[in-house]
């Protein structure tokens, strides 16, 4: 019979685990208070034992023992911890620049694995260098996030070359193309990659037949669920293709929720996993291919299960869609059953996105949703636990750039000061940077505040004015104590704005004045309005003629500072501003005008579109905002449809809180975020 010794129990608040040791090999088994561990005789003959008991309740004594050939412990009282405090992100800020590394591809995902590296995902591509035959899946190693440098691990190129095709396990028997269903995870020291397969020309495209890659050598080799042991340096292809792991075919993409960097363990003490079972489960965001990417799923399956691509007991949530945190570990909830799964998540205006994922946040103890649409729209949710109930914290356009990932190093380990968490995260870019598709970091900041900034109205000139004064109004009444900014173009580069009055009388500060040197000249004008309603510019210009865009925001109330203007007198298709010095928590205005009309004018990285100044069908000015900047030097640029000459300013401005009995505070660092 075997002696048990060295036994030691560990507790979070849902789970209690259990180590320990017997002089002769025999199986491993734990309880709580009856209840059993969810691995209980996974280990059929081992000396060094360790069972995990997922699902009870803060704060709660159990009568825990472990069994391993039929010997038991004597019981011993473990009481599992409280619950931690948490809270939620309500708002997201972004830098205005992307890092670009060497190399090309797509679904740039990370993860920080037992060996200290940061292994990166990509889908189409070469990888992290810049030469080569590109693949359809390839892993590679971060080796400087300052530079976004790094290197090839594995190719997997058993998977196919960028693009190329095989099966007829598609819809209709059409083909699919290997690519990947979600981000790297890491436990045991063993990488996971998970895999799925489309059709690039169906709608978005779905994603069929998931399932589960390993390597137990950091990425050199690779098997796959329907052989654990059969590594093969390029990656080992399921037979037949077209074979699906989990419970249902139409199951494609299924990504893992990171938690902590793996230590080479099972992860059951880990610190950074002991939250919502997390020590005991591997969870996983799924997005059924059969109803136009618009439902979430989740689905959990035991750590040790995982470690081995074995005895994989996948549940699926079937619990409440506005859950508190007890219900998301309450066993009820789960069902071995792929069937009547619960919609965690409905996209704002029922959009579909494409490449969504759950981030656990360690710094607020709880979780993000993050997805972008094929409209490069990405949408940003908050919820305590992972199976919502989500709210919508931020819906934002970026021209080109999708895919949006955070950092796993930046996450792990990361807590809240001053109101914000500062977090990196990678990006794919279509042509813009380097290197179309180069992999690209970007800044950027979560806040569990409310943004200070908001957007009110924006409106432009639908054709020139020739003389002047020019009368132009808002769209709508205007608020006291808004910010105001009107920008222009005139049509000489000799051209000035030399006044604006208007029918409330606000005092207008004229920022600039500057030619582009070839055809016009621009510039912008702000002030605060010291009373509500209608309100019309009166502006006196020279020049010849005349194009406005105006806007109105809520919060600041001071300017802080402003660029000088640019210009781009040799013709460029992106203007971009001067740098300024900006404190994280401003509110950034870029303004810019053009010599020859656009079709099309986007806004730059972390911006948004608020006004255009037509004439005809012609864009000659924009205005754009970033609601909530990140501080430090900072600039702004747009996207012009065709080169011309230009030029292109921006602004900071902020709130002071007013002071009873007078004075002011100074600069304010109370961040708050959009909501």
Not at 10 to 34: C, E, F, P, Q, R
Not at 132 to 137: C, F, I, P, Q
Not at 637 to 654: D, E, V
Request: aromatic share 10%.
């Amino acid at each position: 019979m075997p002696v048990i010794s060295a036994l030691v129990f560990t507790k979070t608040d849902t789970t209690i685990a259990a180590t320990w040791t017997t002089d002769v090999a025999a199986d491993s088994n734990l309880s709580a208070s009856g209840k059993a561990a969810i691995d209980n005789g996974f280990d059929g003959s081992v000396t060094s034992h360790s069972c995990i008991v997922a699902g009870l309740s803060p704060s709660t004594v159990y009568s825990c023992i472990v069994t391993s050939g039929g010997v038991s412990s004597t019981p011993q009282n473990v009481t599992t911890l409280s619950s931690p405090a948490r809270t939620v992100a309500r708002s997201a800020s972004f830098g205005t620049v992307i890092v670009y590394g060497t190399g090309t591809g797509d679904t740039w995902f990370t993860f920080v694995s037992n060996d200290g590296n940061q292994y990166i995902t990509n889908c189409d591509g070469l990888g992290m260098q810049a030469t080569g035959t590109a693949s359809n899946l390839g892993l590679s190693k971060i080796t400087n996030l300052a530079t976004m440098a790094g290197s090839v691990v594995n190719l997997l190129t058993n998977f196919g070359t960028s693009n190329s095709y095989s099966g007829t396990d598609g819809p209709g028997g059409i083909a699919l193309t290997n690519k990947f269903g979600g981000c790297p995870f890491g436990l045991a020291g063993n990488l996971y990659l998970f895999l799925t397969r489309q059709n690039n020309n169906l709608n978005l495209p779905p994603m069929y037949n998931g399932g589960i890659l390993m390597s137990a050598d950091h990425g050199a080799t690779w098997s796959n669920w329907q052989s654990p042991g059969g590594n093969l340096a390029n990656g080992l292809v399921p037979s037949p293709i077209g074979s699906f792991e989990y419970g249902s075919g139409t199951f494609g993409w299924a990504s893992p929720i990171r938690y902590a960097a793996d230590d080479g363990t099972m992860g059951y003490n880990t610190a950074g996993n002991g939250i919502d079972g997390a020590n005991a489960f591997v969870y996983q965001l799924l997005q059924p291919n059969s109803v136009n990417f618009t439902t979430f799923n989740l689905m959990r399956v035991p750590r040790k299960s995982v470690a081995t691509l074995s005895n994989m007991n996948f549940q699926y949530w079937v619990g409440p869609v506005a859950p508190v945190v007890s219900d998301f570990v309450n066993d009820s909830n789960w069902s071995n059953t792929a069937s009547g799964l619960t919609n965690i998540y409905s996209v704002p205006g029922g959009a579909g996105v494409i490449w969504p994922h759950i981030t656990f946040i360690p710094g607020i103890n709880s979780y993000v949703f993050i997805a972008d649409d094929i409209n490069y729209n990405w949408y940003l949710a908050a919820a305590l636990t992972p199976a919502g109930p989500w709210t919508t914290f931020l819906k934002q356009q970026f021209a080109n750039v999708g895919g949006p990932f955070f950092l796993h190093s930046d996450v792990i380990g990361n807590t809240l000061a001053t109101g914000r968490l500062p977090l990196r995260m990678t990006v794919s870019s279509n042509g813009l940077g380097s290197t179309t598709y180069a992999p690209g970091i970007l800044s950027a900041a979560l806040g569990t505040t409310a943004m200070a900034n908001t957007f009110v109205q924006g409106n432009g000139t639908s054709s020139a004015f020739v003389a002047s004064p020019a009368a132009f109004a808002y769209g709508s009444n205007v608020t006291q104590g808004n910010l105001l900014v009107c920008s222009w173009r005139t049509g000489a580069t000799a051209g000035v704005v030399s006044s604006i009055t208007d029918t409330l009388g606000n005092a207008w500060n004229i920022v600039y004045n500057s030619s582009d040197t070839v055809a016009s000249s621009g510039g912008w004008a702000y002030a605060f309005s010291k009373a509500s309603g209608a309100n019309t510019l009166t502006i006196t210009f020279t020049g010849g003629t005349l194009v406005v865009c105006v806007g109105e925001w809520n919060g600041p109330n001071t300017f802080r500072t402003a660029s000088a203007a640019t210009n781009g007198g040799a013709g460029t298709s992106t203007p971009t501003s001067a740098a300024i010095t900006a404190v994280a928590g401003d509110l950034l205005i870029a303004v810019e005008e053009t010599g020859a009309g656009e079709t099309t004018v986007t806004a730059g990285i972390g911006y948004v579109l608020r006004a255009s100044g037509l004439a005809g069908a012609s864009t000659f000015a924009a205005l754009e905002d970033n609601l909530n900047a990140l501080g430090g030097s900072t600039m702004a640029s747009f996207t012009l449809s065709a080169a011309t000459s230009w030029t292109a300013g921006i602004g900071a401005f902020y709130n002071v809180p007013s002071v009873p009995g007078g004075g002011d505070l100074g600069p304010s660092y109370d961040f708050k975020f959009r909501i």
